[in-house]
């Protein structure tokens, strides 16, 4: 039986783990966490810090395959695992999505559009990039941003003086982009066959995903096909394998890469019941070796994070019976108002209808 190591225990890893399970495969996780969701579901568990060596070897020679789903492993401890165990993703994509000004190098030298960006390191470069790209732009830190987190909008020289304190690190200056709505591309490559899932509308809240809504309705025709089809020449382009989200601004039949992610994304949980086959398991097969399925969409599909404001919410759901209503809760201890507790996925549910029947039961 074959052990997929997955570094990382959040949950991610949990659905990783119960997917690779239903495969026939057995699963490791390495967290620091004694708790981290994952190893609820996992064969082995090795609590230890990511730059643990010792730790990080052990977990390598317990596994036929290795993977993270925790973004910030750094190269120095990486790098040399690879050479040396089954790690097939490699560090490369981790490396390229780890500095947003390399990440949207990479993207547009392999056939993305990105928005106009700066790399700024003071003031000064500060105040000429947004000459050059005008009003509003967005400042980012280059590493380490994530759900909105050392970002800020920008709308007028006024606002320069209060986004100085993220220049204490260096920062990238992009244009802002006026989208219709933002989307996800979610990709597993082993090496010769890309797979796509279906690509839906992601709205976002307090710079946090809030909800999916699959299929995207209102796409321009044929973007769907196009955005596929970038997708599939970058992850060739890049020499990725495995699984690779890509989140996308889309307005009218134009779209541009924001930042991407080596790992299952939240914008793919959805998959887990409104489609043929998840982001999990297909990971999982790549691991193992076997081959991809191409996904379908099963249904239409709704799928609504559950922050620590909406837990309460969400366990009166899954106290009741829905049809097509599927209530996955994390088991982390502490909530907290914006920390990621669990999803919803509605199956047969659109906009309207999410709209109408179930939005108000959230905060
Ligand atoms: P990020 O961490 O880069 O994904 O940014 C978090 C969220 O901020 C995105 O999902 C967008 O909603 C918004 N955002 C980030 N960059 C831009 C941009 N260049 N133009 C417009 N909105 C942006």
Redesign the pocket.
Known sequence: MKTIGIIGGGQLGLMLAQEARRLGLRTVALDPAADAPAFAACDGRIVAAYDDAAALEELCRQSDAVTYEFENVPGEVLVPLVEKYNIPQGFRPLYDSQDRLREKENARACGFAT?DYAAVDDERSLREAAARLGYPC?L?TRTL????HG?AVLRSDSDLAKALPLLAVPCIL????D?DF?ASLVMVCDGVRTITFPIGRNV?RD?ILDLCFVPAEGLAPGLEERMRQTGERFMQACGYTGILAV?L?VKGDRFWF??MAPRPHNSGHWTLEGCTTNQYRELARFLAGMPLEEPRLAAPTVMKNILGRDLDAARRLAAQTHEGVYVHLYGKRESRPLRKMGHVTFVGCDAAEYAARWAERFA
């Open positions: 928005p967005v980012k941003g994530y759900d909105g970002q992009e244009a802002f982009v989208f933002e976002h710079g989140e601004f924001n930042e």
